[in-house]
Nanobody, 125 residues
């Protein structure tokens, strides 16, 4: 059984930092895509960043967030700096075995493949 387990969310003041982690078990995604999505109350879920052999960042996080992975641990990270109140959301980890990042991200955006349970990030002003 494949599981993705996120951790690292919490409450932080604007301008602060958090590091999210997502540990995968049950299969390896080392040759696939691992991504972070978020969903704020009343809003649609949106992709934040994705990583395969290439990387994708949404415009609203460029220069502030960094996605990375540790293949030995089958884990992906999201370092979030200069956080803003509008970054408040539930952050989800998602993964599939597709290495073409655009195709992978579109599939994940449809809700396909593997998802974690989410971790709450709250940024206070």
């Amino acid at each position: 059984q494949v599981q993705l387990v996120e951790s690292g969310g919490g409450l932080v003041q604007a301008g602060g930092s958090l590091r999210l982690s997502c540990a995968a078990s049950g299969r390896s995604f080392n040759r696939g895509t691992m991504a972070w999505f978020r969903q704020a109350p009343g809003k649609e879920r949106e992709v934040v960043a994705a990583l395969s052999w290439s990387v994708y960042y949404a415009d609203f996080v460029k220069g502030r967030f960094t996605i990375s992975r540790d293949n030995a641990k089958n884990t992906v990270y999201l370092q979030m700096n200069s956080l803003k109140p509008e970054d408040t959301a539930v952050y989800y980890c998602a993964a599939n075995t597709e290495d073409r990042i655009q195709i992978a991200t579109l599939a994940l955006a449809r809700g396909d493949d593997y998802w974690g349970q989410g971790t709450q990030v709250t940024v206070s002003s």
